[in-house]
């Protein structure tokens, strides 16, 4: 039997129940009220690298990337026009690239990145005239390498072939083919030294139209948050990757 005394505590433990119970049944009701609208999207990926000291945060070099990205994603809609858009993306990105290598040999090459990207953002959608809706967004976005690397083929002063040579900028290791002997041994100092992480966080933010709730057009741009060097450049020295993207989906 409940004393007099103990009262208090039992209403108290009741109406906390409660709440806790009509909290619960609220986040479900949220959760099953949420409506999802599949998609596919692809479009113009550009990337680009800046590096600058950490003491001062003067800019050192800076250098882009032209590509472009796919896949799959999800709009979740929850109430108001706001929603979360979410998916999974595969990026390539190359840009040109040569060396000099002090007049014994040319080197020309590509530099190439293919990533995994997975979007987190926060969607506000609101309508401008029928069919026709203008959209928001903003959140970060999460980047897997799958490979980052620079290959160059080299040549004599007489346009003959001398090889080629590859550098990853993920494990650091050099490949070489068909390497003629006088380049192979002096080809190394011409390379990249430094070494990138593999995972990158961008913190995103963008516009968009919708069209009769199946044709989509957007425009967004990531500024990185990682420090990507990975080796003694790390302590010295940070790298950022930006993104900036351009693309047309549809929705299901």
């Given at each position: 039997?409940?004393?007099?005394?103990?009262?208090?505590?039992?209403?108290?433990?009741?109406?906390?129940?409660?709440?806790?119970?009509?909290?619960?049944?609220?986040?479900?009701?949220?959760?099953?009220?949420?409506?999802?609208?599949?998609?596919i999207e692809a479009g113009y990926l550009n990337t680009q690298y800046r590096n600058r000291y950490i003491a001062s945060d003067e800019l050192?070099?800076?250098?882009?990337?032209?590509?472009?990205?796919?896949?799959?994603?999800?709009?979740?809609?929850?109430?108001?026009?706001?929603?979360?858009?979410?998916?999974?993306?595969?990026?390539?990105?190359?840009?040109?690239?040569?060396?000099?290598?002090?007049?014994?040999?040319?080197?020309?090459?590509?530099?190439?990145?293919?990533?995994?990207?997975?979007?987190?953002?926060?969607?506000?959608?609101?309508?401008?005239?029928?069919?026709?809706?203008?959209?928001?967004?903003?959140?970060?976005?999460?980047?897997?390498?799958?490979?980052?690397?620079?290959?160059?083929?080299?040549?004599?002063?007489?346009?003959?072939?001398?090889?080629?040579?590859?550098?990853?900028?993920?494990?650091?290791?050099?490949?070489?083919?068909?390497?003629?002997?006088?380049?192979?041994?002096?080809?190394?100092?011409?390379?990249?030294?430094?070494?990138?992480?593999?995972?990158?966080?961008?913190?995103?933010?963008?516009?968009?139209?919708?069209?009769?709730?199946?044709?989509?057009?957007?425009?967004?741009?990531?500024?990185?948050?990682?420090?990507?060097?990975?080796?003694?450049?790390?302590?010295?020295?940070?790298?950022?990757?930006?993104?900036?993207?351009?693309?047309?989906?549809?929705?299901?």
């Open positions: 039997m409940i004393t007099f005394a103990e009262l208090p505590k039992c209403v108290s433990v009741y109406m906390n129940g409660k709440i806790l119970s009509s909290m619960a049944a609220l986040i479900f009701a949220a959760t099953v009220s949420a409506s999802a609208q599949p998609g050192l070099s800076k250098s882009s990337m032209n590509g472009f990205f796919v896949g799959a994603s999800d709009d979740i809609k929850f109430f108001a026009g706001l929603g979360l858009h979410t998916g999974l993306y595969y990026n390539y990105s190359k840009d040109a690239t040569n060396t000099d290598a002090g007049g014994l040999f040319s080197m020309s090459g590509t530099r190439e990145d293919h990533e995994l990207s997975i979007p987190v953002h926060l969607k506000f959608s609101f309508d401008v005239v029928p069919e026709v809706k203008i959209f928001v967004y903003g959140g970060p976005s999460l980047y897997f390498g799958l490979v980052s690397d620079v290959k160059y083929s080299l040549k004599d002063a007489s346009g003959n072939s001398m090889g080629y040579v590859s550098y990853n900028y993920y494990s650091g290791k050099v490949r070489t083919g068909n390497m003629d002997e006088s380049a192979e041994s002096s080809v190394g100092q011409y390379l990249p030294s430094e070494r990138h992480d593999w995972f990158n966080v961008t913190m995103d933010a963008g516009i968009g139209v919708q069209f009769i709730d199946l044709f989509e057009i957007r425009f967004g741009y990531g500024w990185g948050l990682v420090n990507l060097y990975k080796n003694d450049y790390e302590s010295e020295l940070y790298c950022r990757k930006n993104v900036l993207q351009l693309s047309a989906g549809f929705r299901f």
